[in-house]
């Protein structure tokens, strides 16, 4: 079974829940001409908001964060898997988000279609928590906020094809920035992350 971005009153979510109620839920918003979305941390019957995806606009060839345009639900064995495509000038842009193997994370697989040089491409995200939070950098690990008794954990995941992006973080929020390789344009990159709670 599967649902699409025909409708704008549907819901498009994806989620991710360990056998004690906490985990991640990943909830589509559209933003004018794009989705943007918001990743909240579950804690039994409570949903609490942690970082909104900062977005662009269509003036915009490089925006800060991809341009995802439509969006696509599939259920598979591990849970619902969404699936979104979009553009921004001469470039082009896909992402597939869906539950890690283990419950209680989200893995994020973007790509982007590019005919030159991008002024900056990257996953940006806002902090949306009532109260701010530093969070800390583990050695060789990932950036850890602790949110009401759970850890809320972002990495990159690296790959051999690709460099490994740079994910600076704060109290404010975090980027995913994705690096160029040598090959000639056009190309496509990708960069990859998960979120996980522990």
């Given at each position: 079974m599967s649902e699409s971005s025909s409708s704008p009153a549907e819901a498009f979510f994806v989620e991710s829940i360990r056998e004690d109620g906490v985990g991640l839920?990943?909830?589509f918003v559209k933003q004018k001409d794009r989705f943007?979305?918001?990743i909240a941390l579950v804690q039994g019957d409570e949903c609490i908001p942690l970082f909104v995806s900062i977005e662009g606009d269509d003036e915009q060839p490089w925006p800060e964060s991809p341009p995802l345009q439509e969006i696509h639900l599939e259920?598979?064995?591990?849970?619902t898997v969404a699936l979104l495509v979009g553009m921004a000038g001469d470039s082009h842009w896909s992402a597939a988000v869906e539950p890690m193997?283990?419950?209680?994370g989200i893995h994020f697989s973007v790509a982007c279609r590019m005919k030159d040089y991008p002024m900056r491409i990257c996953s940006h995200y806002g902090c949306v928590m009532e109260e701010m939070?530093?969070?800390k950098l583990e050695r060789d690990g990932p950036w850890v906020w602790s949110v009401k008794g759970s850890e809320v954990c972002v990495d990159v995941i690296p790959q051999e094809r690709f460099?490994?992006?740079?994910?600076?973080a704060s109290a404010s929020g975090f980027e995913v920035n994705a690096s160029l390789d040598g090959e000639p344009?056009?190309?496509?990159i990708q960069w990859l992350y998960k979120i996980w709670v522990r």
């Open positions: 839920f990943i909830n943007g979305h918001i259920q598979r064995q591990e849970g193997a283990e419950p209680g939070i530093d969070p460099p490994t992006p740079e994910i600076p344009f056009p190309k496509t």
